[in-house]
């Protein structure tokens, strides 16, 4: 009998951690190596958040709390999606995590059986196929093109469609691409999805990060219908530059939040009391620290789209949200270094780490081989360093 079951034995580590390894054992070793693998802002957790963290530890807030997180918590979730979404919830549709991903992972244990196909357009981020497999679902890729701005197209989704399918994942503003969808397009995803009575799992998590005058919609506003099949998964850590605090959460029908609680009930039980506290003064108290973040990564954006788009055979689509860009490289795709060939994402991201010291996250991790990720969140300084260091290897490749 093998030791390992086939589940354990199925899943890859989560491949952008494993970038960010491989770059930091290389710092470790003393090279220089320029990051661009980073999921996470590179900003300081604000201090009005860090303060009720501290208050909460000296007042012995450091104890189990209700499974699915506490009323004060599920209170500002709501108002949040009040204020910003227009959105009414009850807290039974509310489940606080520990973290968007467990979130999103939580929910697929409870609702995808074995068969059932959920939707994910690509490029996707990297946790959502394994966390639909290892519920038993099946994953159903479809293509978007950079064309079209990574977006899914209607006659795309009908095409996928099948009497299997439960589900559909829209996340936007996405990671890897930026891309994210205006209240039109999401009219008529969502007129698709109640026609063929599908879920739409809405990750929501960079809502707060977008640019140009961008406003976001979330699908759910959309009508009481579409709100009643849309589970929203959210979470403070990018808005808040909060990503170790550990908290996500999740909105959706009292049915699914209930048994998501359940499972939640019978393996992590509660976040952490600490984290809990905070994430209240992230929602609810001063939002000015997350313009400030926002208006330093459009400064950024600016900059590496358009060095990015200078160099010779590279197209970078320009984000609406998020902190990451994806350029197109695949021209490069067929040339060697040395002797050795470049045939698709992987080897590029290996090449650019070995010889120009650059790390990257390889475009087919997340379902588009043609193209690299790059997060900008890190210091411009870093980034000029870095493009330059690429620029430089795409050229001495013939
Ligand atoms: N959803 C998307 C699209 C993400 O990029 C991430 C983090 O990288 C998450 C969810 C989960 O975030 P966390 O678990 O840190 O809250």
């Given at each position: 009998?093998?030791?390992?079951?086939?589940?354990?034995?199925?899943?890859?580590p989560?491949p952008?951690?494993?970038i960010?390894?491989?770059?930091?054992?290389?710092?470790?070793?003393?090279?220089?190596?320029?990051?661009?693998?980073?999921?996470?802002?590179?900003?300081?957790?604000?201090?009005?958040?860090?303060?009720?963290?501290?208050?909460a530890?000296?007042e012995?807030?450091?104890?189990?709390?209700a499974v699915?997180g506490?009323?004060?918590?599920?209170?500002?979730?709501?108002?949040?999606?009040?204020?910003?979404?227009?959105?009414?919830?009850?807290r039974s549709q509310?489940?606080?995590?520990?973290?968007?991903?467990?979130?999103f992972?939580?929910?697929?244990?409870a609702?995808?059986?074995?068969?059932?196909?959920?939707?994910?357009?690509a490029?996707?981020?990297v946790?959502?196929?394994?966390?639909v497999?290892?519920?038993?679902?099946?994953?159903?890729?479809?293509?978007?093109?950079e064309?079209?701005?990574f977006?899914?197209?209607?006659?795309?989704?009908?095409k996928?469609?099948?009497?299997?399918t439960?589900?559909?994942?829209?996340n936007?503003p996405s990671?890897p691409t930026?891309?994210?969808y205006a209240?039109?397009?999401?009219?008529k995803?969502?007129?698709?999805?109640?026609?063929?009575?599908?879920?739409?799992?809405?990750d929501e998590i960079?809502?707060?990060?977008?640019?140009d005058?961008?406003?976001f919609?979330?699908i759910?506003?959309?009508g009481?219908?579409?709100?009643?099949?849309?589970?929203i998964?959210?979470?403070?850590?990018?808005?808040y530059?909060m990503?170790?605090w550990?908290i996500?959460?999740?909105a959706?029908p009292?049915?699914i939040?209930?048994?998501?609680n359940?499972?939640?009930?019978?393996?992590?039980s509660?976040?952490?009391?600490?984290?809990?506290?905070?994430?209240?003064?992230?929602l609810?108290?001063p939002q000015?620290?997350?313009?400030k973040m926002?208006a330093?990564f459009a400064?950024?954006r600016?900059?590496i789209?358009n060095r990015?788009?200078?160099?010779?055979?590279?197209?970078?689509?320009?984000?609406?949200?998020?902190?990451?860009?994806f350029?197109?490289?695949?021209?490069?795709y067929?040339?060697?270094?040395?002797g050795k060939?470049?045939?698709?994402?992987t080897?590029l991201?290996?090449?650019?780490?070995?010889?120009a010291?650059?790390?990257?996250?390889?475009g087919?991790?997340?379902?588009a081989d043609?193209f690299?990720?790059?997060?900008f969140?890190t210091?411009?300084?870093?980034?000029?360093?870095?493009?330059?260091?690429?620029?430089?290897?795409l050229?001495?490749?013939?």
């Open positions: 009998m093998a030791i390992l079951s086939n589940r354990a034995r199925s899943l890859k989560s952008t951690l494993a960010n390894a491989k770059a930091k054992a290389m710092q470790g070793r003393g090279i220089s190596v320029i990051s661009f693998g980073a999921g996470e802002p590179d900003f300081d957790t604000p201090e009005n958040i860090k303060k009720v963290a501290i208050r530890i000296e012995g807030f450091t104890k189990y709390t699915g506490i009323d004060e918590l599920k209170d500002a979730i709501i108002h949040k999606f009040q204020r910003d979404n227009g959105l009414t919830y009850k509310i489940l606080v995590s520990c973290g968007g991903k467990h979130s992972y939580n929910l697929a244990q609702i995808f059986d074995e068969g059932d196909e959920v939707i994910i357009p490029p996707f981020w946790s959502y196929p394994p966390m497999s290892l519920a038993g679902g099946t994953p159903v890729i479809v293509e978007t093109s064309a079209n701005d977006k899914l197209l209607p006659e795309d989704l009908k996928a469609i099948s009497p299997k439960k589900a559909l994942i829209i936007s990671n930026g891309s994210a209240k039109e397009e999401l009219e995803i969502a007129e698709i999805a109640l026609s063929h009575k599908l879920f739409v799992i809405s960079y809502e707060k990060i977008v640019y005058g961008f406003r919609t979330s759910a506003s959309l009481p219908e579409i709100k009643e099949r849309t589970i998964v959210h979470g403070v850590a990018k808005t530059s990503t170790g550990r996500g959460y999740t959706g009292d049915e939040i209930s048994a998501m359940n499972i939640q009930s019978q393996s992590t509660n976040p952490n009391s600490i984290a809990q506290k905070a994430s209240v003064e992230a609810i108290g000015d620290e997350v313009g926002v330093a400064q950024r600016k900059y789209v990015l788009n200078e160099m010779k055979e590279v197209s970078c689509y320009r984000p609406t949200g998020a902190f990451y860009v350029p197109n490289f695949c021209s490069y067929g040339k060697a270094y040395q060939r470049i045939n698709n994402s080897d991201a290996d090449y650019l780490l070995d010889v010291r650059v790390a990257v996250v390889p087919g991790e997340f379902g043609p690299e990720r790059l997060s969140a210091s411009m300084e870093n980034i000029r360093e870095g493009l330059d260091r690429i620029e430089k290897a050229e001495e490749l013939r």
